[in-house]
């Protein structure tokens, strides 16, 4: 049996063909799970929730959400959670919480005790915990990785556009910020409006980045854009990149990556001592979004406020 007929009879058998919902972001995870949950079910039987973040969220992204729900020919509904990340960022970056507690918790709340099925996946920190149903949640691509969902989506002919900020996850601006989500109408919006700014002004100079976005670090009281695009675009696109992102109000300096860095992180108690911690917010957490390689000098924090990490400085070799 190959793999999408036995996905289909798997959902088949978890669901005991009952009508599901689907976590849905547009992306390539839940996409794919979304059309084998049609293909298995029926289109009637398949709701797509979205939780929408609000200026956190890309533009492109929320056009794609709605043009792919339609190409899958299912029912979308939107729920805003951009409010409930001040609450969850407050403390620092906190993305497995951000997953956890609003992008799956606020899809549960409304599924009306319907199995909720999710993109998680091999290539990701919920996929590895190796639970394919737990808690009212369901994940069909668990023991699969990102090669295999590609050739899925291709197979199945739903492989959807990218928004151009990752090759991998893409869809939230507040990753990029990394740190406390202290003050939202200053760190938040530097995040988003900076995030934005570069799509836009790359989409408009006709460039097709693999990578794309800006990192806000610093102490609380001011923020610093580290521009990472890949490949490197040329002079003339730099040059707009980096003027347009200077006038943004909330960023007090912008620093385009192109040689290794080390990053100054203070980090909690928790992750301090922890050396596995440490090791999958360096190497599996920051290192993918940087255009260029770094390393992470680990201090301790005097912030009693901060549950997490804060990127404080950074200096180049």
Sequence with gaps: MD?????????????????????????????????????ALGAGHVLLVTVNMGEYAYKRGNEIVLEVAEQLGLEQRCILGQFKQHRVQAAGPACNRCTREIKLGMVKAVAGGRLVLTGANRSDTWGQLGLKVCNGYYAPLLELGKPEIRALADEMGVRPPRIGENPGREGCKLKHLLKPLAAPEFHGRA????????????REAGFVPDLANVKIIGPLGRNVGLVNVRPVPDPAVRDRLVAALRAIEELADVHIVDAPLTLVAKASPAILNDPHARHWIEHGRLAPDFAAPITVEWRKTSNRRLGTFHIVDFFTE
């Design 3 to 39: 793999t999408r007929a036995a996905l289909l009879e798997d959902i088949r058998g978890t669901t005991d063909g009952h009508p599901v919902v689907v976590a849905f972001s547009g992306g390539l995870d839940s996409t794919v799970t979304a059309a084998l949950a049609r293909d």
């Design 191 to 202: 995040v988003s409006r900076a995030n934005e700014t570069v799509l836009t002004i790359l």
